[in-house]
């Protein structure tokens, strides 16, 4: 039977749950693929944290030195996170000869070129499943189940800690605050929500996957993001009443204007499927040219979900010795070549506070169709104090259209406000 | 670049998508995969068909042995259908050295270990993504996307043409039989759609699906089968009510009792994502000891979605040199043990007509007290001619205890008839 060795780079809750499963299924491992599997050793500077999780204290490697010199190590498993010093453990692997499986999207969406150059120049592997939407095998789908598709749009709630906050807030009419507040207690948060809330994980993904659907390096700079934090109860609350739900959504369309890679909070309608995706869990809608659309579901994170991801890399890159690599590989010319669309195209969710007087409706839809800007739907609130909440629904149009038109709007004497502008998805 | 001939045995419905997706896709595929794909030569008798595609006349074989004769084939792609003579072509394929990529679930379900056997033997790949769920990348995601996991069940919407039968029966309230006959003329079901709507064609795909599942061979024989002939309008409207919508599902459980493999009508609770899959639209949901949950949703069937997973199969098959080849290498012995349940644990959703008189149901509900039958919702609704309807929803509980129950409750003088008996997921 075949003996494939594991090195774990750090024992967080991801590590945890990769040391886990390879051991709780090591039989099941050897009876299903004919593979025995071992972590022959782990490097985490909490050496207590090792010993909790059943490690042998001598296991504990003390340097990445140790761990790249190792002959018993095939695959190295990072999971630490961050650039530093994940990026120099995991190129030290690489240039080592050893498999790299990692789950570290901020570093493959920041270095996967400097990373893929040294995983080809010593022919290891370089896998990275676990890196975008947990346990849901995506990057395998983009890799292996649809590349016979130009695939024109990708559509994922890619952020369980946002999914959730957005949920609480929709279903229990909790505010932003409250809801945050809430997803820390439970862990589903950071002390520090940034890199959540403000979109950037989510960005990281989106730069990983479009870069994999659309066969071209999508840098994390070429994603718009927009987080959540200035998402009110009103919004979702009016959207609702509309039949929209609320989501953060990762969008890459490619079109023949360009490609568009954008996250930010959206209204879908409630007949999409993404518009059932609660709590925690993540999906991705994609479109192909033929097989049309297909949508996968799952959780997004946690010790168990992402740690199924790591091990199902480990096990493919253990029966895998012919490694392939990305897309890139044949269309260096086209990562220069490729055309980025800023303006657009998409539905508007308006809203805006008027003077309760006659008139002030037309006047309002005279300025928009002025702008070529076609309205869906109009829903007007009762108000108070003579100021009224009006809902607008555009149908598609470019963004700089509707932005020339609200900039019009805004400078009636009828309009108090424009409270929010959020695009939104059929 | 790598050359990479293909050879298509049928020009039937999917032949004719996978050769215009090869045709139409040619130079994406160079430009993204590095492949320069050929259709060389395909195998159908009707050349006019042939030709009619595009197809230089010429281009098409008079015979098998010509087709496993051509030195420039590499890859011969079955989309026959049926037995034969799909069975002897694909091993003569494989026993010429060609990787076969087959649609073919009905063969794929009886013959695996033939056609696996003689892959093995000739060291030619053969690859299966086509036969079930369409385009959607099932066998790929239980094959390397989840193989960490020890998968608890699937349950799956695997056949399209009894979804949209069910579909249309509960949202426009057509009967069975005028929605199959919509379903005929859109072509979505057969002249004879046996194999669809008495669960053939979903018993081959669970067979295949839950062997990949549970890492054993699950016979064709050993699937449970129930069609959905018998269902009425009445059950999925009463069905409605109560917030459960009827589905046709492939179920396969991995209990610690034995494994149980199913097709049959199921009512769904509506917070199920399984639910809200419609019309011809297919998906899995399955539970992994580390993942989960994890949904699949997407095309099951038609000329571009199961082209899409021919051709996926296609482009995998030529960058993978290291064949690989099904869970079954290591567990021969496992195959002889496996033990299969057949007294289903399940909820139920029993329909009778009792007669509108005091203490009935407090005599039903005693009866399946006895048989330690739990109730978790009674609904009764107005009669005609003192004969009410009832529903009765269950706990979970073992069929031969339900059964038991019923046996007695149909001799009770109070009770008409039992009128329907359909098994209930939440």
Known sequence: MKKVGVAILGLGVV?????????????????????????????EKNVERAV???????????SIEE?????????????????????TFVLKALMSGKTV????????????????????????????????????PIIRTLQDGMQANKILSIKGIINGTTNYILTKMANQGWSYEEALKE?????YAEFNPTADVEGFDATYKLSILSSLAFHTKISVDSVHREG???????DILYGKELGYTLKLL???KNTPAGIEVRVHPTFVSNSNPLASVNDSFNAVHLVGDAVGEI????????????????????????????????????????????????????QYFIRLAVKDAPGVLSKIAGVFAKHNVSIKEVKQVAGIDGKVPVVIITHECPESAVNKALAKIEALETVYSIDSIIRLED
């Open 183 to 187: 997803a820390q207690r439970l862990g």
């Open 250 to 252: 990762g969008i890459g």
């Open 15 to 43: 590590g945890g749950g990769t040391y886990k499963i390879l051991t709780d299924n090591k039989e099941f491992f050897k009876k299903t693929q004919g593979l025995d599997v071992t972590v022959e050793t782990v490097l």
């Open 67 to 87: 761990v790249v010199s190792n002959p018993n190590v095939d695959i190295v498993v990072e999971v630490i996170g961050g650039i530093e010093p994940a990026r």
């Open 101 to 136: 499986v990692t789950s570290n999207k901020e570093l493959f969406a920041k270095h996967w070129s400097e990373l893929e150059e040294a995983a080809k120049k010593m022919n290891a592997g370089l896998f990275f499943e676990a890196s975008c939407v947990g346990g849901v």
């Open 228 to 234: 959540i934090t200035a998402i009110t109860k009103e």
């Open 295 to 346: 949508m996968l579901y799952g959780r997004g994170a946690g010790a168990l979900p992402t740690g199924s991801a790591i091990v199902s890399d480990v096990i493919f890159a253990a029966k895998h010795t012919d490694y392939y690599y990305t897309c890139f590989k044949n269309t260096d010319d086209g990562v220069k070549e490729t055309k980025f669309v800023s303006d657009f195209t998409s």
């Open 52 to 62: 909790s999780l059943g490690i042998d204290k001598n296991a504990v490697a003390s």
